[in-house]
């Protein structure tokens, strides 16, 4: 019997046992991937070395481009609003512009429109006995009504006084004088016309014309040159050698 066990041990086919399985037999993780590079090749895709399939770049460019041509609309969109958000702030800008220019004029518009009606209502009753003063008179009147209208735009004259010292930064020199004194020097002899200050900046925007007064010193003469004396004895020898010399 213990023959005939032998006998039939030996007659187990190999690859029975140990559990079915065979040493001529793959796994089938390796067996998995070849079927996968199999059909990797026949659809026309290279595998990758993990024996994946490799995206097809075509795809990625077709994909990269799609998201960039995204971009760029987008991009267009939020310029095309931030343009639309400019000229609406310019057009409520040049509105408001425009309507702080009227508001700023409107009191010398109203100033200048009251004038002109004075000047016509005076043109119109102007008496023909009028004599020099009235006529000064009332041209004064008419300026200051422009000096109040002035004074609203915040412009105030400068009206400098005879007498006062010379500054360049109120004054503009139009002639010089000559100066009776050394302590004129420098000072303003008379006033041409007014200037005009901006009460707003505190600066002068029209300097006043004025005439200057300006010293000058003589000229010291020169000194006179020496003056020759003649002995007139001498000159009694000389003329009787003359006449010795003639004889």
Do not use: M, Y
């Given at each position: 019997m213990v023959s005939e066990?032998?006998?039939?041990?030996?007659?187990?086919?190999?690859g029975a046992c140990g559990g079915g399985v065979g040493?001529?037999?793959?796994?089938?993780?390796?067996?998995?991937?070849?079927?996968?590079?199999?059909?990797?090749?026949?659809?026309?895709?290279?595998?990758?070395?993990?024996?994946?399939?490799?995206?097809?770049?075509?795809?990625?460019?077709a994909g990269s481009v799609g998201e960039l041509v995204e971009q760029v609309r987008a991009?267009?969109?939020?310029a095309h609003a931030r343009e639309r958000v400019i000229d609406r702030l310019h057009a409520e800008v040049e509105r408001l512009r425009v309507g702080e220019q009227g508001l700023l004029l409107r009191p010398i518009v109203t100033d200048l429109q009251r004038l002109h009606a004075d000047l016509l209502h005076q043109a119109r009753t102007l008496?023909?006995?009028?004599?020099?003063?009235?006529a000064a008179s009332l041209l004064e009147s008419f300026a200051l009504s422009v000096e109040l209208a002035l004074e609203r735009c915040g412009s105030v004259p400068i009206r400098p006084s005879v007498?006062?010292?010379?500054?360049?930064?109120?004054?503009?020199?139009?002639?010089?004088?000559?100066?009776?004194?050394?302590?004129?020097?420098?000072?303003?002899?008379?006033?041409?016309?007014?200037?005009y200050l901006d009460t707003s900046i505190d600066r002068v925007t029209v300097p006043a014309r004025v005439h200057v007064r300006c010293w000058r010193p003589l000229e010291q003469s020169p000194p006179a040159p020496p003056v020759e004396t003649v002995d007139p004895n001498c000159s009694e020898?000389?003329?009787?050698?003359?006449?010795?010399?003639?004889?």
């Open positions: 066990a032998a006998d039939s041990v030996d007659s187990v086919p190999e040493t001529a037999s793959q796994p089938d993780g390796e067996g998995a991937a070849e079927a996968r590079v199999g059909r990797g090749q026949q659809d026309g895709v290279e595998p990758d070395a993990t024996g994946q399939e490799a995206p097809d770049p075509v795809a990625v460019l991009h267009h969109a939020r008496s023909p006995q009028l004599d020099r003063q009235q007498g006062a010292e010379f500054s360049a930064r109120e004054h503009r020199a139009v002639k010089l004088v000559e100066a009776a004194s050394p302590e004129e020097d420098g000072t303003i002899a008379a006033v041409v016309a007014d200037g020898q000389g003329e009787q050698q003359e006449s010795n010399a003639d004889v």
